[in-house]
């Protein structure tokens, strides 16, 4: 209970010293606030004076010392972009390189596609010919059977023989069948 007790002191203690300060602090920032106040008008009166604004009532010293901030500033911001443009160009400049790397070595593999492509229409122009050399033809269809002779009603014919170039079977002089009726039997 002891303990209880003591817990309960120290954090009431502790609160009132906290709630104390909370009205210091409130006297403090009402006289910050007319501070503030004054501090944002000058810096809103120096905007205006940066930006061309209300001028009129400066003196030429005044004018003279905007005038060098402005030239301060605009040096400032110059080296700056000088900074960034130079960034920007080495940048680029490494880009190009690479460019020209990626570059030369897509020529280098279409080089060596194109001398593959070649030798491989060639080797296959070289297997196509010697397998036309070494394979053998294919079989010609087997002769029609010959007719050594062939009797009708007692009439002789006498047909192409395996040997005889005629393309028309020849009657004997005494047949009775028309040639183009001895083609269609030969063929």
């Known amino acids: 209970m002891e303990k209880i007790l003591e817990k309960y002191e120290r954090y009431s203690s502790a609160e009132r010293r906290l709630a104390s300060p909370d009205s210091e602090l409130q006297g403090s ?8 106040t004054a501090r944002i008008e000058v810096l809103q ?12 009532p400066l003196s030429l010293r005044e004018l003279q010392n905007l005038e ?8 400032r911001i110059r080296l700056r972009k000088n900074q960034l443009m130079h960034e920007s160009i080495s940048e680029l400049q490494k880009k190009e390189k690479a460019l020209h790397e ?12 194109e001398k593959t492509m070649a030798e491989q229409a060639q080797w296959e122009q070289q297997t196509q010919n010697s397998s036309a050399l070494t394979l ?11 007719l050594h002779s062939l009797t009708t ?19 004997s002089p005494n ?9 269609h039997m030969n063929h």
């Open 68 to 75: 060098q901030q402005i030239d301060t500033a605009l040096k």
């Open 175 to 183: 047949a009775l069948m028309p040639p183009w009726m001895l083609r």
């Open 45 to 56: 009166r120096n905007i205006r004076h940066y930006v061309g604004e209300d001028l009129d």
């Open 153 to 171: 009603g007692g009439t002789h014919l006498q047909a192409r023989g395996d040997d005889d170039d005629d393309a028309h079977a020849r009657p």
């Open 136 to 146: 053998p033809q294919p079989p010609q269809p087997p002769p029609p059977p010959t």
């Open 29 to 36: 920032w009402s006289m910050e606030y007319p501070k503030l």
């Open 102 to 113: 990626q570059n030369y070595l897509l020529a280098n593999k279409l080089k060596e596609s």
